[in-house]
């Protein structure tokens, strides 16, 4: 079965540089998360679309700015990158159709950013 | 505040032995719990939810897990380890956002190792 799709999955910028992560959820999921994971922390909830509207928002810092697009594939910019930025970013996609809100949230393999 | 806490950092046991990793609740109305697997420089993976019904559930690859409203528990088991359950497991509670939609507040984690 589909997956969600990250990409890239490594990513290697500078400090003060700009990243742009991005997620394909399952076909047909219509909500998509983001969440980051820092070194031998449990995630945090970042931001989250439904429908191409932004859902709710979580610890995200200003620096970083987010999308869906009409094809429900979404996008995580993050500016002037800092050390303390390096983490694992996951995406997740569930669908509120099939599941309504109790389903649950399908997770790609992750973006491992190092910001040096 | 909705959250969860896993009271374990490691969890140790000998292959074909039970296993249990630990988890209790603090929500206000119905919990909606889930179990998630995470393993090395992997995404993660769900096991199983609790949403309403019997409180034994049922998941993937042999796990349970038992919710105990009287404890706030809900304690992941399996009866039998594998030396491949050795892996990082969350525990996560469902959280409402405004637009009627969840978030995932996740545990610190379990790193549990099963020994061959």
């Known amino acids: 079965a589909a997956g969600v799709i990250q990409s890239p999955r490594h990513l290697i910028k500078e400090k003060r540089e700009t990243a742009t992560l991005k997620c394909y959820p399952i076909?047909?999921?219509?909500?998509v998360y983001w969440y980051q994971q820092g070194p031998g922390q449990d995630p945090q909830f970042l931001i989250s679309?439904?429908?191409?509207?932004?859902?709710d928002k979580g610890s995200i810092p200003d620096r970083f700015s987010a999308q869906q697009f009409s094809d429900y594939h979404s996008e995580l910019n993050m500016s002037s990158l800092e050390l303390g930025d390096s983490a694992l970013y996951f995406c997740?996609?569930?669908?509120?159709?099939?599941?309504?809100?109790?389903?649950?949230?399908?997770f790609g393999p992750g973006t491992r950013l190092t910001v040096l | 505040a909705q959250s969860v806490a896993q009271p374990e950092d490691q969890v140790n046991v000998a292959e074909g032995n039970p296993l249990t990793v630990k988890c209790t609740y603090s929500?206000?109305?119905?919990?909606?719990l889930f179990w998630y697997v995470q393993y090395p420089n992997r995404g993660l993976q769900f096991l199983l939810k609790?949403?309403?019904?019997?409180?034994l559930v049922k998941g993937s690859y042999g796990f349970e897990a038992e919710f105990n409203k009287s404890q706030t528990s809900f304690h992941l088991k399996k009866p039998s380890a594998l030396v491949s359950d050795s892996a990082l497991y969350f525990c996560a509670v469902r959280v409402a956002t405004p637009l009627n939609d969840y978030k995932l507040s996740f545990g610190a984690g379990t790193t549990v190792t099963v020994r061959a």
């Open positions: 076909p047909r999921h219509d909500t």
């Open positions: 679309f439904y429908e191409k509207m932004q859902s």
């Open positions: 609790y949403i309403t019904g019997d409180n």
């Open positions: 997740a996609s569930s669908s509120r159709l099939s599941g309504g809100a109790y389903n649950e949230q399908f």
């Open positions: 929500v206000s109305g119905n919990p909606y």
